[in-house]
């Protein structure tokens, strides 16, 4: 297995502190369904986001064995050391090193608390980047393209989504013949030949609810396992993704838009088909892009829509047209909102060390 590459050694430890900054993303092209351990079902493509982050700072302290304490916007929190403990776990055989340190983990995110912005993604990116920086100091002959590449493999095995939140502007998940240098293992970015539109896309994030979810990510990725229409709609994902990979060089947006859509409606078609079936839309996500739909055949903007495993809409544009799609919002969509609340990101360039 080419995870082989992935392991490295065990070192004595020094004290050592790493602060990153890692994006939050938003996929185009689904990832829903996987197999052991977390690897996808079919390639996901998503935007870097640039604004929605979370920043962590690791203190490492040498230790006789490997323990932690956690803190979230300044608190303890425990409740959250189950998740953490099973990541460590899990990445400990890639990072043997890591058996001999304390680390206090303090993160931070830019978007409110609780909004239904989903924060593994950028948590465990940015967690991810600061262990390597450490394996790094311990071992630097590491190199650059290897440094990313492994930390967006620690980050699948934290959170699948969370190996495309360390670079950017836009990453390819997953195994296909469409695109060079895809894994299964790791993210990759797009690189040089995406469209010059993609690099300034506009995502702006309608919290439309902000309530826990009736069924979490990790029970619908189970969900697909038995799922009567799982292996069509990997296949429909693989050939979305193998449909999109050319639009985002050529920036054709009419042709982006009907694939975009088309994968968050069949994300949301997978979960009310499930067994048990649920339903993480609400009547206000409904509202949204039937007014999303009036305005762009109004206008003739190219604006569009894609969902996340939530109620939330992520209203999509070129920025040429911010003013215009911006002024809509807040004429006909914020009252669609919980609180009137919605966030202006963009697409970023991907995680910063602070
Ligand atoms: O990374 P997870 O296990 O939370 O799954 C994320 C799944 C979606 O957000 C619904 C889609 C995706 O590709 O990000």
New binding site residues.
Partial sequence: MEDKLFFSKAAPPVPFISSWKAPS?I?LI???GKSEPQLPKNP?L?FTLSTSVTETRVDFQPAKSCSFDFFFQGAKRPDFNPKLQHFIDRITPYIPWIANYHMVISSENSFPHSSGI?S??SAMAALSLSLMELEQHLFPETEKDFFYKKASFLARLG????ARSIAGPVTIWGQTTSYFSSSDLYAVPFGSELHSVFQHYRDAILLVDHGSKVVS??QG?QLMHKHPFAENRFLQAAENLEALVPIMRTGDLEAFIKIVELEALS?HAMMMTSTPYYVLFKPNTLAIIEKIWEFRTSSGLPICFTL??GANVHVLYPSEYASQVEDFIKKELVVFCEQGKYLLDRVGSGAKKM
């Avoid at 959170?159 to 969370?162: E, K, N, Y």
């Fill in positions: 993303n996929a689904k990832y829903w996901s998503s989903a593994s993604a959170s699948g989504s969370a990510s990790t990725h994300l996340d495993a």
